[in-house]
Structure formats: structure tokens, C-alpha cells
């Protein structure tokens, strides 16, 4: 841990800290996903990412529920893991010369997002089962099955029309 992190010595520090940290990785996919909107091409994977915006948004919401309803602030703590996969798809995004290419890299990129959020909710989830935090499990498997519905929905959009044209 960092200097300026509080010491993870109990289940309940841990579930808080990933809770600070899925709160900052959904606060920078709210940041990351108009400049993606306006970088593709295709219009229905544009309308997934406008639809995913608005959703996120809503996950802020819930996130701050669940902070609330466990008896901590609302706090971002840096995720290095998310600030990673945006840093690697903006690279990608500005390599790709070619509009079809690029709507592949931006729904790939934005499928790793999803699996970093799936995996990050379904661990909040089960610590909360732990904790006895049922009523905190309730409100995170809202926004999980968002995500994996997200997830779902990336991946007809990518097999039905993006990686084919982008060939």
C-alpha cells in the first residue's frame, strides 16, 4: 500500500478499499467514454457507449449507496489497474488509421473494462455475503448484472458487424 492508504488489516478494510477503488475506475470511465463516443464510426456501437455512459453514471450512484449504507464516505483511491487499460486503449485508438480498425480497438478496449468491472463486483459482492452485508450485496448485483449485460451486448455488436468490416 501506498503512503497515503489506509493500512487493509480486516475483510471489511478490503471491501472498503475496493469500493474506493471501483468508485475512482467508474469516475474515470465517465471521462473516458464521451472521448470514445466521438472516435467511432459505427453507430451502434456509438449508441452502446452512450447507453454505457448513462449507466455508469447511475453505478456512481449506487456505489455511494453502498458507501452510505456500510457507514464510510464516499472516497476514489487510485486504480492502477483501470488507469492502465484506459491509458493502453486511448494509445490504440490513436494508432488505428482506419475507422473500421478503430471501432474494433475501442470495443475491445471497452471489453476489458467490463471484465475488470465484472471481476471487481462479484468479489465486492461475495465480501458483503461475508461481512453480513446482504442488504450492500443487493445493491452491487444491480450494477453487475448491468455489466454482464454490457459485456453481452459488446459482444454481439463485435460479432456481428465490427471485427468482420474491420478484416
Known sequence: MGLLTKPIKSLDDLFVHTLEDIYYAEQKITKALPKM????????LKA?????????????????QVF???GASPKATGCPAIDGIVEEANAI???????????????????????????????????????????CAAVLQQTLDEEKATDLKLT????????????
Open 68 to 70: 452510505e449504507m456500510h
Open 37 to 44: 463516443i466521438e472516435k467511432v464510426s459505427d453507430p451502434q
Open 93 to 135: 485508438m490513436s494508432d488505428a488509421s482506419d475507422p473500421e480498425v478503430l471501432d474494433a480497438a475501442a470495443l475491445a478496449a471497452a471489453q476489458a473494462v467490463e471484465h475488470y468491472e465484472i471481476t471487481r463486483y462479484g468479489t465486492l459482492i461475495a465480501w458483503a455475503r461475508q461481512l453480513g452485508r446482504n442488504d
Open 156 to 167: 454481439q455488436i463485435a460479432e456481428a458487424r465490427i471485427n468482420r468490416v474491420a478484416v
Open 48 to 64: 452502446g457507449f452512450q447507453t454505457h455512459l448513462a449507466e455508469t453514471k447511475n453505478q456512481i450512484k449506487r456505489l455511494e
